[in-house]
């Protein structure tokens, strides 16, 4: 040939760095720089810089020895391995990476994902793994549970998600674990819901809609240590601590204390206010009393126990020097069965009235 240009059986060299090859008016052009344009390139396999193709994706490896990362936009079927973080092993169908390092491996990618039946993540999709699944995914290599995940199944009717983050489920009406509740009016079987509605479901509590509470434990609003508000449902009881002293307490029996009291004489010093059942002056074994009103360390009471014909048995202040002067009705009262006086009128029944 001509020129700079060589044919024999094997190669046409043409020689010099502005040579070129052009066919059919410039649609194909090699130069002798290592520039090729053409409108149309069908390559069905290669290389291009460190990202290797072929008719089913391209691929960018880095590896060395038992460590790598694999980057990778595939448009075949997706490949189910042993693991989901080797890509000798897993090729999923999108744009994904796979890494393996030491105690850290795990891929993320978009397109189909490596997850069971109910589109939770698989360690193992060789034997679990189920297609249709499509979204966004990063998972770990040892883990069901997906660092985030938002995944639909197109394949079937009906609407079929499995969204994710941090180990929360959610979907337009609820963000749950374990499994979603959503009946506002029931404790959750595992995990916890909160309902777009407007309520929260945990198995031993839950706040409906309505606004009311259940719950199935202690519950203690605080301050501190010592300051702090104590409900126990299990034994229907309520505290009200202060500077650690228990200051009220509702329950069988209601108690109104002040520990210490305040200085000596005042009204109610040291007093302690006692109903040792329900006020029902019905029952002879109920009583009212309210314990050493007048200074600290005096043995008084003023009390109403018992019953007679609907009106209680007695009333007055007691002096509690001994068992017989409880029995008497003390130094200032009334008792129905004896009649005894004090300062009370000889019918009390009247001012009662």
């Given at each position: ?48 810089a460190s990202w ?14 038992t460590t790598g ?109 374990g499994t979603e ?173």
């Amino acid at each position: 040939m001509a020129g700079d240009a060589t044919l024999n059986d094997t190669s046409l060299t043409i020689a010099g760095t502005a040579s070129s090859i052009n066919l059919n008016s410039g649609a194909f052009q090699a130069k002798g720089s290592g520039q090729v344009t053409g409108s149309t390139i069908l390559l069905k396999g290669g290389k291009i810089a460190s990202w290797e193709f072929n008719e089913d994706e391209i691929v960018s490896r880095t590896t060395t020895g038992t460590t790598g990362v694999t980057l990778r936009m595939r448009q075949a079927a997706s490949v189910f391995g042993t693991n989901n973080y080797q890509d000798t092993q897993t090729r999923l169908q999108g744009f994904g990476i796979q890494w393996y390092q030491r105690s850290n491996a795990g891929y993320m990618n978009f397109g189909e994902l490596a997850v069971d039946s109910s589109g939770n993540p698989v360690t193992n999709p060789s034997t679990s793994a189920e297609t249709g699944w499509h979204g966004l995914s990063m998972c770990r290599w040892d883990s069901t549970t997906p660092y985030f995940q938002f995944a639909v199944r197109d394949d079937v009717s009906g609407i079929l998600v499995n969204n994710q983050i941090a180990g929360w489920k959610f979907n337009t009406g609820s963000l749950w674990t374990g499994t979603e509740q959503t009946d506002n009016t029931a404790y959750s079987t595992d995990g916890i819901t909160i309902g777009s509605a407007g309520y929260i479901s945990a198995e031993k509590f839950r706040l409906q809609t309505n606004g009311d509470v259940y719950l199935e434990g202690d519950v203690k609003a605080s301050l501190d240590a010592t300051n702090y508000i104590h409900l126990d449902p299990t034994k229907g009881e309520l505290k009200m601590i202060r500077a650690g002293n228990e200051r009220i307490k509702l329950g069988e029996d209601i108690n109104i204390g002040v520990p210490g009291g305040f200085a000596d004489g005042a009204l109610f010093t040291n007093s302690q206010i006692k109903f040792t059942t329900n006020v029902n002056v019905s029952d002879e074994h109920n009583d009212v009393a309210m314990i050493n009103m007048f200074g600290a360390g005096k043995s008084d009471f003023m009390y109403i126990t018992g019953s007679a014909g609907g009106y209680p048995q007695s009333v007055g202040l007691k002096a509690l020097t001994s068992a017989s002067n409880e029995a008497a009705g003390g130094f200032m009262g009334y008792n129905w069965d004896t009649g005894g006086g004090g300062l009370f009128p000889d019918d009390p029944k009247s001012v009662i009235n």
